[in-house]
Antibody
Framework: EVQLVESGGGLVQPGRSLKLSCVAS????????MNWIRQAPGKGLEWVAY????????YYAETVKGRFTISRDNAKNTLYLQMTSLRSEDTALYYC??????????WGQGVMVTVSS | DIQMTQSPSFLSASVGDRVTINCKAS??????LNWYQQKLGEAPKLLIY???NLQTGIPSRFSGSGSGTDYTLTISSLQPEDVATYFC?????????FGAGTKLELK
């Protein structure tokens, strides 16, 4: 069974950093591209970043480019999102999602990030 | 960026009803349109990919159609367990963009 479990969220002050993790199981992680997607409270979903299976291709939303870094460790079956210079508008539930037969074929349950002083 | 306009935002229907939810793209997305179901407190679940392909394990009462800029998710006979929020995703061009969601409840 495919499972994606996010962690690392919490309350952080504006301007500070936070690193999210997503541990994958139930499939060969190194064969799949992965995404981070977020949903701010009361708002719609926003794609954040994508990384290909071998980390050769990386894309970011304009809203996070230069502040967030997506990475992965295939030996540890783990996807990361390093978030710096956090802003209040980054407050959201962050999901990791696999790119399998299609974009977002499996999603984690999400981890909450709250940026507030 | 491609804008996805989803309608309706809210839908109330009875068990057994035929339900349709629509997504309209701001440009042709060449059938690269997925539909998801999200129940309260759960991860989003893929229902339909690339317009009309049913994900493994999804009941056949769910179906998708469309082309160009206009796409539809249909539930042929609404069941109580279908109460959820549904949203679409276009993955024709980056950045991938989502519809705002349709909250479906039982009447």
């Amino acid at each position: 069974e495919v499972q994606l479990v996010e962690s690392g969220g919490g309350l952080v002050q504006p301007g500070r950093s936070l690193k999210l993790s997503c541990v994958a199981s139930g499939f060969t992680f190194s064969n799949y591209g992965m995404n981070w997607i977020r949903q701010a409270p009361g708002k719609g979903l926003e794609w954040v970043a994508y990384i290909s299976s071998g980390s050769s291709y990386i894309y970011y939303a304009e809203t996070v480019k230069g502040r967030f870094t997506i990475s992965r460790d295939n030996a540890k079956n783990t996807l990361y999102l390093q978030m710096t210079s956090l802003r209040s508008e980054d407050t959201a539930l962050y999901y990791c999602a696999r790119r399998g037969i299609t974009e977002g074929d499996y999603w984690g349950q999400g981890v909450m990030v709250t940026v507030s002083s | 960026d491609i804008q996805m306009t989803q309608s309706p935002s809210f839908l109330s229907a009875s068990v057994g009803d035929r339900v349709t939810i629509n997504c309209k793209a701001s440009q042709n997305i060449n059938k690269y349109l997925n539909w998801y179901q999200q129940k309260l407190g759960e991860a989003p679940k893929l229902l339909i990919y690339n317009t009309n392909n049913l994900q493994t394990g999804i009941p056949s009462r769910f179906s998708g159609s469309g082309s160009g800029t206009d796409y539809t998710l249909t539930i042929s006979s609404l069941q109580p367990e279908d109460v959820a929020t549904y949203f679409c995703l276009q993955h024709s061009s980056r950045p991938n963009t989502f519809g705002a969601g349709t909250k479906l409840e039982l009447k």
